[in-house]
């Protein structure tokens, strides 16, 4: 915390950084690349996978930079970090997987005719 | 500072000693964060859930959001990537803030606390705009009676106002207590237009086509022939303009409530972490913490204001941008 001039310049950096992500995000978001939105990984589209990795990167940058996380005692940090992390991938994973069954169900297959018949 | 203790007692029992190094305040405002992030989750896990379950009918972002103020040309994204870029920019004069308070700094700290305060009104000024012009809504549609919704485009696939080809104006007054009517009491505005004007200015006009909600293939929402559309907007019942909690001329009722409610339960984050900004913007100024010493409060309402710009960054990649 001596270095004044160091601090300020990592702010700037973190600033530009997460500018310049958001600028390419939109930019992605508009012209939509063939490549990007055509092809899948898991199940989702890669044009998806980039802006989740993306905002991945940012939320680190606004937590460890901004909020100084990168600062606290490691355990701390763990504490916070881990928690959301694990409990958020899980709870998405269920969500998300639940949500696509619904779908079959909604639209039947033939299997399911008679359930997606009580929507 | 002064509690700093001597080597002789330098016992994690004798008091005085931090958990995790961590004052005490820092720590219950990130278990706060902690506990509002699970929050905003379980939102956005919702609406993954309804999205995934309606993932071939879901409303397309681009397509509902593109105002931008004092233009009339559809601009998709750009508006809400302003709204970003403000966010951010007010959570770096807010880290700012935090780096003066450590030296002391405070004329600095005051300058860029007012400055995090003017991006945070930005902010929640263009969310109040973007509501508005969501609840106004841009072309109107039909709905059917499963509840979908038949939006017009012409023959290059852009959007047509329906008022604009409709003939004739319907003749339905809204239903008020002072004629009489308490038990079917219109909570909406009644549509200046009914089905049957719509009806017969899209057969006189064969260039319009109907536009549904279903997604093809290729991402693109499905356009129907001019015949297709004819046999199509017979099953339509009723006429929706804007949206609201019930009916949404973009499609899905529930992407207008997972709009409102996560806009604004974001935006309301925004509104307290202003007042709180507010609050702690004028004790910096009466030298409050001058003469406590150190500047942790704006170090604790920075955490919380870059919390509110944490969540943003991710309602804006999966509510506007996947």
């Given at each position: 915390m001596s270095q004044n001039s160091s601090h300020t310049k990592r702010i700037w950096f973190v600033f530009f950084l997460l500018l310049v992500i958001t600028v390419i995000e939109v930019f992605v978001g508009i012209i939509k690349p063939a490549f990007l939105a055509d092809h899948s990984f898991i199940g989702l589209k890669l044009i998806n996978w980039f802006f989740i990795i993306l905002t991945l990167v940012k939320a680190y940058y606004i937590v460890y930079a901004f909020m100084h996380m990168e600062n606290e005692n490691s355990f701390f940090r763990r504490l916070m970090v881990y928690s959301i992390v694990f409990y958020v991938s899980y709870i998405m994973f269920i969500f998300l997987t639940e949500g696509g069954y619904m779908h079959d169900m909604f639209i039947g297959s033939d299997k399911f005719y008679h359930i997606s018949k009580d929507f | 500072m002064s509690t700093v203790?001597?080597?002789?007692?330098?016992?994690?029992?004798?008091?005085?000693?931090?958990?995790?190094?961590?004052?005490?305040?820092?720590?219950?405002?990130?278990?706060?964060?902690?506990?509002?992030?699970?929050?905003?989750?379980?939102?956005?896990?919702?609406?993954?859930?309804?999205?995934?379950?309606?993932?071939?009918?879901?409303?397309?972002?681009?397509?509902?959001?593109?105002?931008?103020?004092?233009?009339?040309?559809?601009?998709?994204?750009?508006?809400?990537?302003?709204?970003?870029?403000?966010?951010?920019?007010?959570?770096?004069?807010?880290?700012?803030?935090?780096?003066?308070?450590?030296?002391?700094?405070?004329?600095?700290?005051?300058?860029?606390?007012?400055?995090?305060?003017?991006?945070?009104?930005?902010?929640?000024?263009?969310?109040?705009?973007?509501?508005?012009?969501?609840?106004?809504?841009?072309?109107?549609?039909?709905?059917?009676?499963?509840?979908?919704?038949?939006?017009?485009?012409?023959?290059?696939?852009?959007?047509?106002?329906?008022?604009?080809?409709?003939?004739?104006?319907?003749?339905?007054?809204?239903?008020?207590?002072?004629?009489?009517?308490?038990?079917?009491?219109?909570?909406?505005?009644?549509?200046?237009?009914?089905?049957?004007?719509?009806?017969?200015?899209?057969?006189?006009?064969?260039?319009?086509?109907?536009?549904t909600e279903n997604i093809l293939a290729n991402g693109h929402k499905e356009i129907l022939s001019h015949e297709a559309s004819l046999s199509k907007i017979k099953q339509a019942v009723g006429v929706v303009e804007g949206a609201n909690m019930i009916h949404n001329e973009y499609g899905k009722p529930l992407f207008a409530n997972f709009f409102f409610f996560i806009t604004g339960f974001h935006g309301f984050h925004v509104f307290s972490g202003i007042v709180i900004n507010v609050i702690i913007f004028f004790n910096v100024v009466l030298g409050t913490y001058e003469k406590r010493g150190h500047y942790e409060m704006v170090e604790k309402v920075g955490l919380y204001w870059h919390f509110v710009d944490l969540v943003w960054v991710f309602v804006f990649t999966f509510f506007y941008l996947v």
């Open positions: - | 203790a001597t080597t002789a007692s330098k016992s994690d029992w004798g008091g005085g000693s931090r958990p995790f190094n961590v004052s005490y305040g820092k720590m219950m405002m990130w278990f706060f964060i902690l506990s509002d992030a699970l929050t905003f989750s379980g939102f956005l896990a919702a609406y993954g859930l309804m999205r995934f379950k309606f993932i071939a009918t879901w409303p397309i972002a681009e397509e509902v959001f593109t105002h931008v103020p004092f233009t009339h040309s559809p601009q998709p994204l750009l508006y809400v990537a302003f709204m970003t870029f403000i966010l951010i920019f007010s959570s770096v004069t807010m880290v700012l803030a935090v780096d003066a308070g450590h030296h002391m700094k405070k004329n600095k700290v005051i300058l860029y606390m007012l400055l995090t305060i003017i991006g945070g009104l930005i902010f929640v000024g263009s969310q109040a705009w973007e509501w508005k012009t969501f609840i106004k809504g841009s072309h109107g549609a039909l709905e059917t009676r499963s509840g979908n919704i038949l939006q017009f485009v012409d023959e290059t696939g852009k959007h047509v106002n329906i008022h604009s080809f409709a003939i004739g104006n319907s003749e339905r007054i809204a239903d008020t207590r002072d004629k009489g009517i308490w038990f079917s009491e219109d909570s909406h505005a009644v549509p200046t237009i009914s089905v049957a004007n719509v009806t017969a200015g899209f057969k006189a006009n064969p260039k319009l086509r109907i536009k």
